[in-house]
C-alpha cells in the first residue's frame, strides 16, 4: 500500500448554478408555482400583477360597490337571479363539462330508485366501473357484498347496461358489442353470430373463414363484419379523457407575417417578480449589522432568481428562432413538412451545450398557425442514411406508406416486404421491420387484415 498526490479537474456545479438550469427547464405553470413560493420564503419578494389583472380586480370592486349602494329591492332580484342560475346548473347535467362516466351513469339510474338500498346498489355499480366503461364486478361478488339474489344481482347489472353510452356495463368486448347491437332497429341475427362465435376470426379479417363457419354469402359476411367494426369497443373511453384533460398554455407564440415570422414569448402565463421596496429602504437605515446582513443575503437571492428567470426567457426565444428558421418548411406549409433535426444541430447553431437545448424545450409547448405543439415535437431522428438526401422523418415514412396501401390492389394487398421495395424505389432505404413499425403505428393492418374478398 502506498499514498499518492495527483492532480485533476473537474466541472463542480454551483448551488445557484443548479437552481438557473432547474428555472430553465420549467415551463410556464411550473414557473408561477415557483415565483409564488418565493414570494411565500423571501420577504424581499412581490409579485407585480399585470394590468390585466388590476383592470379585472377594479372591475370586481366597482361590481361590489355598485351592489351596496343599490336598494333592496335591487338585491333580492340579484340573489333570485343567482339562485336561478344555480339551480339550472345542478338540474342541466348534460352542461357540465368536467362529468365523469360514474356520474353520468348514475344520474340516468337515481330516477328508477325506489329506495335507498337500490341507490346503494346502483351507485356501487357505476363506481365499479373501468375507463373503458365496462363492469370489473360480476354478478356473484354482487350478492356476496349485498346479500342479493341472483336474479336481483343480474336485474341490476340489466338496469346499468341499459344506460348511455351503449355497450356500458359490460363484462368484456363480446358483450359490450352485443349490448350495442341490441339497440340496433331490426333484427341482426348474423351480427350477433359473429360477436358470439366467431370475434377472434373478426379480429384477423378471416372474412371467409367466418362465411365458412357460419354457413353464408361471403358478401353476406363483409356487410356483417363491417357493421361491427362501425361499433364503439370502449364506450367509456370520451369520458375517460375528459377526466384526464389538462389544459395547454403555450411558452411561445410563433406568428408568421408575410415574409418572416415573430416569436413572442408568453411571459404574462405567470406572475412577475419585484423587489419589495420596503426592506430595501430598511437596508439603507438600518444599523444592525445582523438585519443587514439578512436583507441583503435575500436581496442577492430574489436578484439571482429575477436574472435566472430572464435568462430563461432570452435562451428559449434564441431556442425557438432557431426551431423555426431549421424547420421553415413546416411553419410554412404545415405538418407533414417536417425534416429531420437533432438537439445538437440546434446546440451548434447557438454554440451552446446539447444540455441547454434539452432543458430549454423540456415540457414546453409552442402555438403557431397550424396549432399547439410540444417542443420536442420538432426534433425527429432521420431514417435513413442521414447524409444523403433520402433521409426522412418518420411521420414521412409513414405518409408514404399510406400512399402506398391506399393505391395497392385491394384484392391482392402488399406485404411488408414489398412496400420496403415501393420505398426504395421511392428514394427510401429502410428495412422491412420499419415498414411493419410505421404501418402500425399508422392504424394499417398487415396485408392479411387489409385484403378484401369477393
Same mark, same amino acid.
Given at each position: 500500500?502506498?499514498?499518492?498526490?495527483?492532480?485533476?479537474?473537474?466541472?463542480?456545479?454551483?448551488?445557484?448554478?443548479?437552481?438557473?438550469?432547474?428555472?430553465?427547464?420549467?415551463?410556464? #405553470?411550473?414557473?408561477?408555482?415557483?415565483?409564488?413560493?418565493?414570494?411565500?420564503? =423571501?420577504?424581499?419578494?412581490?409579485?407585480?400583477?399585470?394590468?390585466?389583472?388590476?383592470?379585472?380586480?377594479?372591475?370586481?370592486?366597482?361590481?361590489?360597490?355598485?351592489?351596496?349602494?343599490?336598494?333592496?329591492?335591487?338585491?333580492?332580484?340579484?340573489?333570485?337571479?343567482?339562485?336561478?342560475?344555480?339551480?339550472?346548473?345542478?338540474?342541466?347535467?348534460?352542461?357540465?363539462?368536467?362529468?365523469?362516466?360514474?356520474?353520468?351513469?348514475?344520474?340516468?339510474?337515481?330516477?328508477?330508485?325506489?329506495?335507498?338500498?337500490?341507490?346503494?346498489?346502483?351507485?356501487?355499480?357505476?363506481?365499479?366501473?373501468?375507463?373503458?366503461?365496462?363492469?370489473?364486478?360480476?354478478?356473484?361478488?354482487?350478492?356476496?357484498?349485498?346479500?342479493?339474489?341472483?336474479?336481483?344481482?343480474?336485474?341490476?347489472?340489466?338496469?346499468?347496461?341499459?344506460?348511455?353510452?351503449?355497450?356500458?356495463?359490460?363484462?368484456?368486448?363480446?358483450?359490450?358489442?352485443?349490448?350495442?347491437?341490441?339497440?340496433? &332497429?331490426?333484427?341482426?341475427?348474423?351480427?350477433?353470430?359473429?360477436?358470439?362465435?366467431?370475434?377472434?376470426?373478426?379480429?384477423?379479417?378471416?372474412?371467409?373463414?367466418?362465411?365458412?363457419?357460419?354457413?353464408?354469402?361471403?358478401?353476406?359476411?363483409?356487410?356483417?363484419?363491417?357493421?361491427?367494426?362501425?361499433?364503439?369497443?370502449?364506450?367509456?373511453?370520451?369520458?375517460?379523457?375528459?377526466? =384526464?384533460?389538462?389544459?395547454?398554455?403555450?411558452?411561445?407564440?410563433?406568428?408568421?407575417?408575410?415574409?418572416?415570422?415573430?416569436?413572442?414569448?408568453?411571459?404574462?402565463?405567470?406572475?412577475?417578480?419585484?423587489?419589495?421596496?420596503?426592506?430595501? #429602504?430598511?437596508?439603507?437605515?438600518?444599523?444592525?449589522?445582523?438585519?443587514?446582513?439578512?436583507?441583503?443575503?435575500?436581496?442577492?437571492?430574489?436578484?439571482?432568481?429575477?436574472?435566472?428567470?430572464?435568462?430563461?426567457?432570452?435562451?428559449?426565444?434564441?431556442?425557438?428562432?432557431?426551431?423555426?428558421?431549421?424547420? #421553415?418548411?413546416?411553419?410554412? =406549409?404545415?405538418?407533414?413538412?417536417?425534416? &429531420?433535426?437533432?438537439?445538437?444541430?440546434?446546440?451548434?447553431?447557438?454554440?451552446?451545450?446539447?444540455?441547454?437545448?434539452?432543458?430549454?424545450?423540456?415540457?414546453?409547448?409552442?402555438?403557431? &398557425?397550424?396549432?399547439?405543439?410540444?417542443?420536442?415535437?420538432?426534433?425527429?431522428?432521420?431514417?435513413?442514411?442521414?447524409?444523403?438526401?433520402?433521409?426522412?422523418?418518420?411521420?414521412?415514412?409513414?405518409?408514404?406508406?399510406?400512399?402506398?396501401?391506399?393505391?395497392?390492389?385491394?384484392?391482392?394487398?402488399?406485404?411488408? #416486404?414489398?412496400?420496403?421495395?415501393?420505398?426504395?424505389?421511392?428514394?427510401?432505404?429502410?428495412?422491412?421491420?420499419?415498414?411493419?413499425?410505421?404501418?402500425?403505428?399508422?392504424?394499417?393492418?398487415?396485408?392479411?387484415?387489409?385484403?378484401?374478398?369477393?
Amino acid at each position: 500500500m502506498d499514498m499518492k498526490l495527483s492532480a485533476t479537474q473537474k466541472q463542480t456545479l454551483s448551488p445557484r448554478m443548479i437552481q438557473s438550469a432547474e428555472i430553465l427547464q420549467m415551463n410556464n #405553470q411550473e414557473l408561477e408555482a415557483f415565483v409564488k413560493e418565493q414570494e411565500m420564503e =423571501n420577504p424581499l419578494v412581490e409579485i407585480e400583477h399585470t394590468r390585466e389583472e388590476t383592470d379585472r380586480m377594479s372591475d370586481i370592486q366597482r361590481k361590489l360597490e355598485w351592489l351596496n349602494a343599490t336598494d333592496e329591492q335591487n338585491r333580492v332580484y340579484y340573489g333570485a337571479e343567482r339562485d336561478e342560475a344555480r339551480e339550472n346548473g345542478e338540474w342541466n347535467v348534460a352542461a357540465r363539462e368536467d362529468e365523469t362516466l360514474t356520474e353520468y351513469v348514475y344520474s340516468q339510474m337515481t330516477p328508477l330508485c325506489r329506495d335507498q338500498r337500490e341507490e346503494e346498489v346502483l351507485y356501487y355499480l357505476a363506481n365499479s366501473l373501468d375507463s373503458r366503461g365496462y363492469l370489473e364486478e360480476d354478478a356473484d361478488a354482487l350478492c356476496r357484498r349485498f346479500g342479493l339474489t341472483e336474479f336481483e344481482a343480474v336485474s341490476y347489472i340489466e338496469m346499468l347496461q341499459s344506460a348511455e353510452p351503449a355497450g356500458v356495463g359490460a363484462r368484456d368486448l363480446a358483450e359490450c358489442l352485443s349490448l350495442q347491437l341490441d339497440r340496433m &332497429p331490426g333484427d341482426l341475427p348474423v351480427a350477433k353470430r359473429i360477436v358470439r362465435d366467431c370475434l377472434e376470426l373478426l379480429g384477423r379479417n378471416q372474412i371467409h373463414k367466418i362465411a365458412a363457419v357460419l354457413d353464408i354469402s361471403l358478401d353476406d359476411a363483409r356487410k356483417n363484419c363491417e357493421l361491427i367494426r362501425s361499433l364503439n369497443p370502449k364506450p367509456g373511453n370520451g369520458f375517460s379523457s375528459r377526466e =384526464n384533460l389538462h389544459y395547454i398554455r403555450p411558452d411561445v407564440t410563433v406568428v408568421k407575417f408575410e415574409d418572416y415570422f415573430q416569436i413572442l414569448l408568453n411571459d404574462n402565463a405567470y406572475p412577475k417578480m419585484g423587489i419589495n421596496g420596503y426592506y430595501c #429602504q430598511m437596508l439603507k437605515e438600518d444599523n444592525s449589522d445582523e438585519t443587514k446582513e439578512y436583507i441583503s443575503n435575500k436581496l442577492r437571492q430574489a436578484e439571482w432568481v429575477m436574472n435566472c428567470i430572464t435568462q430563461r426567457g432570452s435562451t428559449l426565444t434564441k431556442v425557438t428562432e432557431t426551431i423555426v428558421r431549421l424547420q #421553415q418548411s413546416f411553419f410554412e =406549409n404545415g405538418p407533414g413538412n417536417r425534416r &429531420p433535426l437533432r438537439l445538437q444541430d440546434v446546440a451548434n447553431e447557438l454554440d451552446i451545450h446539447e444540455s441547454t437545448v434539452s432543458r430549454a424545450v423540456r415540457g414546453k409547448y409552442l402555438q403557431c &398557425p397550424w396549432g399547439i405543439y410540444p417542443l420536442n415535437y420538432f426534433f425527429s431522428k432521420a431514417v435513413g442514411n442521414p447524409e444523403t438526401e433520402s433521409a426522412q422523418t418518420p411521420e414521412k415514412i409513414q405518409e408514404y406508406i399510406r400512399e402506398i396501401v391506399q393505391r395497392e390492389d385491394k384484392h391482392r394487398p402488399l406485404s411488408d #416486404q414489398k412496400i420496403c421495395e415501393k420505398l426504395t424505389e421511392m428514394g427510401v432505404s429502410v428495412s422491412r421491420r420499419t415498414v411493419a413499425k410505421y404501418r402500425g403505428g399508422i392504424g394499417l393492418p398487415n396485408a392479411d387484415g387489409r385484403k378484401v374478398f369477393g
